[in-house]
């Protein structure tokens, strides 16, 4: 099935620009741990700092803590947070989870109605510095300098779980967990923090996650309509085929044979096995291959291999358009991949021509589950003050009113909450034009599979390196060499 869809039957919200490295008060700016591009092209991230900006360098902790992260004042416990969030936020974090922790929260009052003006009333027994980091967090090399400077904070947002382990940087939360009510709770969803354990300890609290979707541009739309959200790959190639037929199209006249309908059709081979058997399926079909099923990871390659390839072959992807430029940079793509934390950044360059679905589905009985990449908060392994610290870490990200705090003062889109709440996502359904495709994920993320999203993970670099590699090598004729998939995992 189709859904008619017009430009005016989307509304778009025209959000402004943001700077989310903003020096705030006495947090920081963090300058070295913006993201690793390589999938996605640049088409001005708001995380990304102007050239001519300049970046304040001193004062590495807040001007309230008198003796530095990780210490014990007198009755006072101190803290240091690397998030993404203002200190401001961070601050009315705690004076919520001092009210709920100590049993302060009149009736009534939740994260989406609490008085701001009450909370900045509340005097609390600890100070909390903050660190801004990017949504997408910090990698090894970060905590290394700032380990150099003399501010290691106990908690941070790490941008890949597997790295911060490798490098020694998260400490296992184990021993601070066993009365920890909210990560032993039913309302985490399944498999969160199994994403989160190696070796049978747990490394991270997980604080949101984002999704693999399609973007679809709205200015290359057939009379057929957009697909419906539970569509197959044979649905999929005909849309691609409608939309390489239509001509001159669009505000702005594009010749047909300047028009990509699918930009970079490769970036979908990792993420979309599950569309040809209906069975959830690792990144890359990697979890199946490490488990000994060598047969049914290289099944699962091979069917999206040949569905890719055919889209090469037959005009409906190409990696540039007629005159070598990014077909997405050039505004002459009608479908690429994404991640959903990008979706600000498209409909920003996209002002309300933007139009997301989920990956797609076996058939119309069995929809695609999430294919996630999780952001955790980690301890420091050189934190001293580790019970406090994933106490609240644990209530930032676990507990409904704080992420409804959260939601209500920096509101941003793409972020997932990986904890079952019905108003919690409801207020986010509500309250973005996506909102439809946050209800579609909603009663999937029990079922979700958590992927690696960024070359923090080797397995992310590997992979998506290899298959760089092999959409670079295809002939004119849509022709590949090989496809190796011990070679692809790079041996990880």
Known sequence: MRERLSSKGIATKMLSSVVMFAFIASSFLVTSCNRKDGDYPDIGSPTTLDADQTIPTESAVSTTDPTGSGTDTGDFVTITVALPYSQSTVKRLSELYYLKSNGM??????????????????????????????????????????????????????????????????????????????????????????????????????????????????????????????????????????????????????????????????????????????????????????????????TAVRNVLGYIDRLYAEGLSSDSDANGDDPIAARNAGMWMLSSEEMENYDSYYPGRMYYLPLPSYDSENPSVPMLTIYPMCLSSESEQGAFAVEFASFIALDPDAQMLIRRLEPRHGYLPLIRNGALWLDMADSTDNGRLVSYYEPLMDSAVYCPGNYGSELYTAVNSYIFSYSANRSDEGETAGFSLQECYGGY
């Open 105 to 298: 929260l009149s009736d009534g009052d939740n994260g989406s109605n609490i008085s701001l003006d009450h909370l900045d009333t509340v005097s609390t027994p600890w100070y909390i510095n903050s660190i801004q980091t990017p949504m997408n967090g910090v990698d090894p090399s970060t905590l290394s300098e700032w380990r150099s400077g003399g501010y290691l904070p106990d908690i941070y947002l790490a941008e890949d779980i597997e790295s911060v382990i490798g490098s020694g940087d998260a400490a296992p939360l184990q021993q601070y967990l066993a009365d920890n009510e909210l990560v032993g709770s039913l309302s985490v969803f399944d498999g969160a923090i199994d994403a989160l354990t190696s070796n049978g300890s747990i490394y991270g609290i997980p604080l949101y996650a984002t999704a693999v979707i399609l973007g679809i541009n709205l200015d290359y739309v057939p009379d057929s309509g957009v697909p419906g959200y539970l569509y197959t790959v044979d649905e999929l190639e005909t849309y691609l085929q409608d939309v390489a037929a239509m001509g001159v199209q669009g505000e702005e006249e594009t010749p047909a044979s300047d028009l990509i309908p699918f930009a970079g059709a490769y970036t979908l081979i990792p993420y979309i096995a599950q569309a040809f058997s209906g069975v959830p399926t690792g990144f890359m079909a990697h979890d199946e291959y490490v488990r000994g099923n060598t047969i049914a990871a290289s």
